[in-house]
């Protein structure tokens, strides 16, 4: 903060105050010898916020670190140590006072001083001010005469992104590891990453029976409450003459207990690239210790490990929801997640007959021929999805789009459907008569009430959220039943955070 305001500002005199005096002290002596302007070591709080005409706070803790009458009339506040729901600096009164500014309003609600301002009924979102863009921008008056203000910084993923920007402006052409070490041996740091490569990691790891058990265990843990998983973020990349289209996912998740937590994303759709030779999607995992928070690997799987654990979780299905002796299984759009799907279900089930489909026949007769000399049953190419359907127990359906790739005549009564195409609220595959049949089964409940097929039905009015018979974990763990007799059964696969922790622990165990 100090460093950076110094590009915009020149403070005469300075003043700060730490519990840790030896800490408030060297940090004092830091800065006047860097910013050439003096700092003061305060004994207390109230003696630093007394003498200032801008306040910065950034503790960790979750107390009040200033009082209402410490303050000048006409000070400004920059807080920006409340980022999550526990953590609160100012008190209410100060914020109910002053000219409230945020980066974004929705998320200081969440998460900033806004929220703690809120839920002492002081405030509401209507009694902000602005977002700090607004004034920016002109839209909205900053400062107009000597009113108390407060900034309520979160942090947003704007800030990241243009930072992202600016660095890879700086680094281009700089080559890693050729700039001398900027080190203090006074801090010791934590090792860089180790990158894997696409064809490292193609080459380690591949289906297998031990993977799709880890994605499983990740889908028992997750019923059991013990995977923090976030819901997914999305970014979306507008087409200019710059840049897109196309779209980015952003999922993670640790599971209790597991050396390492996952944090990927998933970058789809830039059918650009397609024009000039180039694949339409790509990503990384970036596996974290969880001993140590360090980042222990960025694995450049190019979508490769996520399209292997959406296999391991169509694996999970067929397993726990498939009639026992299902012989024939057709695969819905014929590319490299179907691919994915029919390896992963080998490793857990014989089927002794597969269908493709696909609206581009030379595609869907190389699957089928690709997929038969592998997995050593026939696999025929279909002329309609009409005929894959009527013919398959098992029915997977992966497609990109929002149209409706089957019908409910067609299925089978006792027919499983694994449906993992809907990931976005623009996708739908599935017709809401069939949801509205089929027993319905998640990976998680929330995100398909968001992103999956079971919003679509939801949106047409034939199911609501207490109509879903279960989560797959749950199915798992035995708490709910899965197939029990012949059944239409839907399994709504969206992707979940939990699995990407899965398959970058698995990963790292096969890398180490």
């Given at each position: 903060?100090?460093?950076?305001?110094?590009?915009?500002?020149?403070?005469?005199?300075?003043?700060?105050?730490?519990?840790?005096?030896?800490?408030?002290?060297?940090?004092c002596k830091k800065m006047s010898k860097e910013l050439g302007y003096p700092f003061y070591a305060c004994a207390t709080a109230e003696d630093a916020v007394r003498n200032a005409d801008v306040v910065f706070t950034q503790t960790p803790g979750g107390e009040w670190v200033l009082d209402e009458e410490?303050?000048?009339?006409?000070?400004?506040?920059?807080?920006?140590?409340?980022?999550?729901?526990?953590?609160?600096?100012?008190?209410?009164?100060?914020?109910?006072?002053?000219?409230?500014?945020?980066?974004?309003?929705?998320?200081?609600?969440?998460?900033?001083?806004?929220?703690?301002?809120?839920?002492?009924?002081?405030?509401?979102?209507?009694?902000?001010?602005?977002?700090?863009?607004?004034?920016?921008?002109?839209?909205?008056?900053?400062?107009?005469?000597?009113?108390?203000?407060?900034?309520?910084?979160?942090?947003?993923?704007?800030?990241?992104?243009?930072?992202?920007?600016?660095?890879?402006?700086?680094?281009?052409?700089?080559?890693?590891?050729?700039?001398?070490?900027?080190?203090?041996?006074?801090?010791?740091?934590?090792?860089?990453?180790?990158?894997?490569?696409?064809?490292?990691?193609?080459?380690?790891?591949?289906?297998?029976?031990?993977?799709?058990?880890?994605?499983?265990?990740?889908?028992?843990?997750?019923?059991?409450?013990?995977?923090?998983?976030?819901?997914?973020?999305?970014?979306?990349?507008?087409?200019?003459?710059?840049?897109?289209p196309g779209d980015c996912h952003i999922k993670g998740g640790y599971i209790e207990g597991a050396p390492t937590w996952t944090v990927k994303l998933a970058n789809v759709s830039f059918y650009n690239n397609v024009k000039k030779g180039l694949p339409a999607g790509s990503g990384v995992f970036v596996?974290?210790?969880?001993?140590?928070?360090?980042?222990?690997?960025?694995?450049?799987?190019?979508?490769?490990?996520?399209?292997?654990?959406?296999?391991?979780?169509?694996?999970?299905?067929?397993?726990?929801?498939?009639?026992?002796?299902?012989?024939?299984?057709?695969?819905?759009?014929?590319?490299?997640?179907?691919?994915?799907?029919?390896?992963?279900?080998?490793?857990?089930?014989?089927?002794?007959?597969?269908?493709?489909?696909?609206?581009?026949?030379?595609?869907?007769?190389?699957?089928?021929?690709?997929?038969?000399?592998?997995?050593?049953?026939?696999?025929?190419?279909?002329?309609?999805?009409?005929?894959?359907?009527?013919?398959?127990?098992?029915?997977?359906?992966?497609?990109?789009?929002?149209?409706?790739?089957?019908?409910?005549?067609?299925?089978?009564?006792?027919?499983?459907?694994?449906?993992?195409?809907?990931?976005?609220?623009?996708?739908?595959?599935?017709?809401?008569?069939?949801?509205?049949?089929?027993?319905?089964?998640?990976?998680?409940?929330?995100?398909?009430?968001?992103?999956?097929?079971?919003?679509?039905?939801?949106?047409?009015?034939?199911?609501?959220?207490?109509?879903?018979?279960?989560?797959?974990?749950?199915?798992?763990?035995?708490?709910?039943?899965?197939?029990?007799?012949?059944?239409?059964?839907?399994?709504?696969?969206?992707?979940?955070?939990?699995?990407?922790?899965?398959?970058?622990?698995?990963?790292?165990?096969?890398?180490?």
């Amino acid at each position: 903060m100090a460093r950076a305001s110094a590009t915009v500002h020149g403070f005469e005199e300075a003043f700060a105050f730490a519990r840790s005096p030896q800490k408030s002290s060297t940090f004092c002596k830091k800065m006047s010898k860097e910013l050439g302007y003096p700092f003061y070591a305060c004994a207390t709080a109230e003696d630093a916020v007394r003498n200032a005409d801008v306040v910065f706070t950034q503790t960790p803790g979750g107390e009040w670190v200033l009082d209402e009458e410490w303050l000048r009339p006409h000070a400004t506040i920059i807080a920006s140590g409340s980022d999550q729901p526990t953590k609160n600096e100012l008190p209410p009164s100060v914020m109910a006072k002053a000219k409230f500014v945020t980066d974004i309003t929705a998320q200081c609600s969440r998460v900033g001083e806004l929220r703690s301002a809120i839920e002492a009924g002081l405030m509401t979102a209507d009694d902000v001010h602005a977002e700090i863009g607004q004034i920016i921008n002109g839209e909205k008056p900053g400062r107009v005469g000597n009113e108390l203000i407060v900034c309520d910084l979160t942090g947003t993923g704007a800030q990241d992104a243009a930072i992202g920007s600016y660095v890879m402006k700086v680094l281009d052409g700089v080559v890693p590891g050729a700039m001398p070490p900027v080190f203090d041996a006074n801090k010791p740091r934590l090792p860089a990453p180790k990158l894997y490569d696409y064809d490292t990691i193609k080459s380690s790891v591949a289906p297998s029976r031990e993977l799709t058990e880890s994605v499983e265990d990740a889908f028992s843990q997750l019923a059991n409450g013990r995977v923090d998983v976030p819901l997914p973020m999305h970014i979306g990349i507008a087409e200019t003459p710059e840049a897109g289209p196309g779209d980015c996912h952003i999922k993670g998740g640790y599971i209790e207990g597991a050396p390492t937590w996952t944090v990927k994303l998933a970058n789809v759709s830039f059918y650009n690239n397609v024009k000039k030779g180039l694949p339409a999607g790509s990503g990384v995992f970036v596996v974290c210790d969880a001993t140590n928070g360090g980042p222990k690997a960025v694995l450049h799987e190019n979508r490769y490990l996520t399209d292997l654990r959406t296999g391991a979780a169509g694996a999970v299905a067929v397993k726990h929801l498939a009639i026992k002796d299902a012989k024939s299984v057709a695969f819905i759009g014929t590319g490299v997640i179907a691919e994915a799907m029919a390896r992963s279900s080998a490793t857990v089930h014989g089927f002794e007959q597969g269908y493709g489909y696909s609206r581009d026949m030379t595609k869907n007769s190389a699957f089928c021929d690709k997929m038969s000399a592998e997995l050593g049953y026939a696999f025929t190419p279909c002329s309609s999805a009409e005929e894959a359907v009527r013919n398959a127990d098992v029915v997977f359906t992966q497609t990109p789009g929002g149209e409706w790739v089957l019908d409910l005549k067609w299925l089978k009564p006792h027919a499983l459907i694994v449906a993992s195409g809907s990931d976005q609220p623009t996708k739908n595959e599935i017709p809401p008569a069939v949801m509205k049949k089929a027993r319905v089964v998640t990976d998680i409940t929330a995100q398909c009430l968001r992103v999956g097929e079971l919003r679509s039905a939801v949106a047409a009015g034939v199911m609501k959220e207490t109509d879903v018979h279960a989560q797959l974990g749950e199915v798992i763990n035995g708490t709910k039943k899965g197939r029990t007799g012949k059944e239409l059964i839907v399994c709504d696969l969206t992707g979940t955070g939990a699995q990407d922790a899965a398959i970058g622990s698995y990963v790292m165990k096969v890398l180490d």
